[in-house]
């Protein structure tokens, strides 16, 4: 078992690392966004609603999670029961997997609906970073592809 510690070690960190991603959040900007012009309109939160945003899985979680299980349960009898009980534990191990990275990838956001100065109404759905409440005066913040609401 000593012997597959480090391959444990280097499969539990890219499990982890690609189960991060990054923050999508109105008050996060990537490098390339800096320095761009975007387009400013003013408006009045209409409504707030909660939402769920879910980013796509990558397949991390299961690949990483069947490796693990698959080793773990490979160390458990021998020859036959040995594969056997592998099989089961890659299964089993790319299942939970792919339920980790799944919830890792779901986070909170707000679908915010505004009222335009000009009288039309927009719904942005951004991360749930800050408070929105209906009848605050607010700013969208638009390159032509993303638009954010901020204060």
Partial sequence: MKTYLPLVALLSAG????????????????????????????????????VTIVNPESGVGT???????????????????SAAVGIVGAIAGGLIGNRVEAN???????????????GELRAITQSADELFRPGERVRLLSNGYQTRVTH
């Fill in 63 to 81: 690949m990483g999670g069947a490796a693990l299980g698959g080793l773990a349960g490979s160390q458990i009898g021998s020859g036959n029961g």
């Fill in 104 to 118: 890792a990838n779901n986070r909170p956001g707000f679908e915010i609906t505004v009222k335009l100065d000009n």
């Fill in 15 to 50: 499990l982890l690392a690609g189960c991060a991603s990054p923050p999508q959040s109105g008050s996060v900007y990537r490098s390339y966004q800096a320095q761009s012009e975007q387009v400013v309109r003013m408006g009045v939160v209409e409504s707030v609603r909660n």
